[in-house]
């Protein structure tokens, strides 16, 4: 072999070896490294950026005096993005890893985008192609030298970080007989992964699942519609054989206590989702009763799977607005440890880390399921409960007052920033046939259609609000003529970034909401935002593209740019100084 050839191939090996080398670093986060995760803000190493559910980076590199100056360093398409790009990526060692429609994943080089691996899981086409709620994938979890993900076919699975190599899979679900998959994020706690499936609309039991991460084995399994033990008395809340096939579920990603050693995860909406019983729910309908554990926050041991506590929010939810928003934002103030949870209802629960009740507050101001929800005990006051037939503006929309996107937590302005939606419907609850087995057949109950104005005299609309996150008492607020679909970041740069849906990346300053720098991405936004650092640089990395259930219904809302904007495009936009 000639001497050129010798050292093109050393060269090529080097190359490899420089890729590769930080990758191997990334494998070494485990328990520990997620734990102390806030010490190292260059990394984003799950989901909600710390198991405290913050969603904020300690960066500020960028800032509100110079992020002005902030553009385009890199960007990555992502390729077949039906449904846009809806990931959360991942940070480690300067690498970043995200996931994409069909579960797809990729590694890059944080600083260049330079493509290190990527991977696409085998699916089952015919299968994904009869999901409601797909192909998207909303996030990826990390640790032992992994990258988890839940397919759409209804499998976990651990790819290696070093390589993009497939370790192992493990099916979890049976999808061919319930078109039901998971889309949401798993979490890594002490050596386990735990995944929620979805459930609430399909006539399931809505399991949450422990997983052994370095073996793939099944640990344990929680069912979210009426527990695991049969003695449980949840299983007295679920009248007739409604039990069979409750919906439930836990689709977004849940958050963890290291002190107490205690995963949090909100659990989705019982089957069928609108029930004819209307006022006489508790006797009579479809599923008579509580229906617990759905539309709950639950307390799980990470490594039984045993239920330590648990509130269930809406009893006897007949209005789709479930519990499964992933954050739990644990702070502590005057002594106190506090963690508050968003529902889709539009309200925000206090809670102590026993799920005690501290306060409740409302986030969006249209709202009529109910008139309010005791801020001392969590009691429905003036439920709105409907039997068959037509009703009219419901609020909010079936999307939520809240919806799955993430808001974010500022320790240093004190302030959680959400998306409230301004929304609401009108529907036909429908008598259906009972489903008595769990079967591929979504138990919806009713027809809807969402509506342009909203019982206040306004229009459908969003805003950015900035709220004591105890006391709901707003600090500011950004009006947005469409409801942005995705998950805000503060910093400790004093900014707040919202991706709203026509496209553009906004920063406002987290004291006082005053917009401050904007950049159109070509498309909108419904995904995760996160901020890092590579060699040196703090970056902001956007998910880009237009697409979901909620985004459908925009067309008809609000016209253009969203009867125009494609749903089958995405890319991930990352910005630096």
Request: hydrophobic share 35%; with cysteine.
């Amino acid at each position: 072999m000639s001497k050129m050839k010798m050292s093109g191939l050393a060269g090529l090996a080097l190359v490899a070896s420089a890729l590769l080398a930080p990758a191997a670093r990334a494998a070494d986060v485990d328990n520990r490294r997620l734990v102390d995760a806030d010490k190292t803000p260059a990394d984003w190493l799950t989901y909600h950026g710390t198991y405290k559910s913050w969603h904020y980076s300690g960066l500020d590199q960028i800032n509100a005096s110079n992020v002005g100056k902030l553009k385009v360093a890199w960007s990555h398409a992502t390729p077949k993005s039906t449904r846009g790009l809806q990931t959360f990526p991942l940070v480690a060692d300067g690498i970043l890893y995200y996931s994409g429609a069909y579960n797809q994943l990729f590694a890059l080089d944080g600083a260049s985008g330079d493509l290190i691996w990527s991977f696409k899981q085998k699916l089952d086409d015919d299968l994904v192609s009869k999901q409601t709620h797909s192909p998207y994938n909303r996030g990826i979890a990390l640790g032992m030298g992994n990258i988890y993900m839940g397919t759409l076919d209804g499998k976990l699975i651990a790819v290696d970080a070093r390589t993009g190599q497939l370790k192992w899979e493990t099916p979890l679900v049976d999808s061919k007989k319930l078109t039901v998959g998971f889309t949401g994020a798993p979490l890594f706690v002490n050596g386990k992964v735990i995944i929620g499936s979805q459930g609430g609309e399909w006539p399931y039991r809505g399991p949450i699942f422990g997983v052994d991460a370095a073996t793939g084995k099944l640990a344990w399994t929680f069912l979210t519609v009426g527990g695991n033990d049969e003695n449980d008395p949840a299983r007295q809340t679920w009248g007739g054989d409604s039990l069979k096939t409750g919906g439930g579920g836990g689709w977004m990603a849940g958050g963890y206590d290291p002190k107490t050693n205690t995963v949090y995860w909100g659990t989705a909406n019982p089957a069928p989702l609108y029930d004819w019983g209307g006022s006489e729910w508790k006797t009579k309908g479809a599923r008579p009763g509580d229906n617990l554990y759905t539309t709950s926050v639950i307390a799980l041991d990470p490594e039984t799977g045993k239920l330590k506590s648990y509130h269930q929010e809406l009893p006897h939810d007949a209005w789709d607005f479930d519990s499964a928003v992933g954050e739990f934002v644990m702070l502590e103030r005057g002594g106190k440890e506090y963690i508050v949870h968003p529902n889709k209802g539009g309200f925000v629960f206090v809670y102590d880390r026993n799920l005690k009740i501290q306060n409740v507050w409302r986030g969006v101001k249209n709202i009529n399921f109910v008139q309010n929800i005791d801020p001392k005990t969590g009691e429905l006051i003036g439920r709105r409960d409907m039997a068959e037939g037509k009703h009219q503006a419901l609020c909010p929309y079936i999307a939520g007052g809240y919806s799955w996107n993430a808001g974010t937590y500022n320790p240093n302005t004190g302030l959680y920033y959400k998306v409230g939606n301004e929304w609401c419907m009108d529907l036909e609850v429908i008598k259906t046939t009972p489903v008595l087995e769990p079967m591929a057949q979504l138990n919806i109950g009713s027809n809807f259609t969402v509506l342009k104005t909203t019982p206040d005299g306004g229009k459908a609309r969003g805003h950015v609000t900035a709220r004591d996150p105890l006391t709901g008492a707003i600090k500011w607020q950004v009006d947005y003529t469409e409801p942005p679909l995705a998950s805000l970041l503060s910093t400790k740069g004093n900014l707040v970034f919202v991706p709203d849906a026509r496209g553009y990346l906004r920063a406002l300053d987290a004291r006082t909401g005053k917009e401050l720098w904007k950049h159109n991405n070509g498309q909108g936004h419904n995904g995760g935002i996160i901020s890092y650092m590579a060699k040196g640089r703090q970056y902001i990395a956007v998910a880009t593209g237009w697409g979901g259930l909620a985004g459908d219904d925009y067309k008809v809302l609000y016209g253009e740019p969203f009867a125009s904007m494609p749903t089958d495009q995405g890319a991930l936009v990352v910005f630096g100084l």
